[in-house]
């Protein structure tokens, strides 16, 4: 038995037809970035104390005032955004090293020490020195510093 279908008037034309597949395909493109865009990145950042031969690459004398952290970004939840077609790339994680003066009352950050990525704009650097600097009163190990990186507003997460 064969299958017929009901007699729907005169064919479509080429010119028909290519503009409904251009409108299904824009349809599914607008989707798909629904999709990804559902997800958010979430970052954790943290800023830790280097420390035995991770701390020797930077010729830093062990009875010196000078410490090596690392300041470290990564992306907590890279499964739930490859679900909904995230690409694996497009949130790196990364980091930088900088070395600290912990001879001042308040520690200070001397300079970042090698390549790195940023996940800010320039004009917000200081702002999060600062901040970096008083947590380390607290917290001369280092610690979890998200807070401060996201609330930059430059942040380019």
């Given at each position: 038995m064969q299958n017929f279908q009901a007699y729907e008037g005169p064919p479509k034309s080429i010119k028909q037809l290519e503009a409904e597949l251009l409108a299904a395909r824009k349809a599914e493109e607008e989707a798909h970035k629904a999709r990804q865009q559902s997800v958010k990145p979430v970052w954790k950042f943290t800023f830790t104390l280097r420390a035995g031969k991770e701390a020797s690459w930077f010729?830093?004398?062990k009875d010196s005032c000078v410490k090596a952290y690392y300041l470290?970004?990564?992306v907590v939840n890279r499964a739930e955004l490859a679900a909904v077609g995230n690409m694996?790339?497009?949130h790196e994680d990364g980091g930088m090293t900088?070395?600290?003066n912990t001879a001042t009352p308040t520690p200070k950050i001397?300079?970042?020490d090698g390549g790195g990525r940023y996940?800010?704009?320039d004009h917000d650097l200081e702002f999060l020195?600062?901040?970096i600097e008083e947590f380390l009163l607290t917290n001369p190990e280092g610690g979890d510093i998200t807070p401060f990186v996201i609330a930059l507003p430059s942040f380019v997460g």
């Open positions: 010729c830093i004398r470290h970004g990564a694996p790339g497009r900088y070395l600290v001397i300079k970042a996940f800010w704009r020195l600062k901040d």
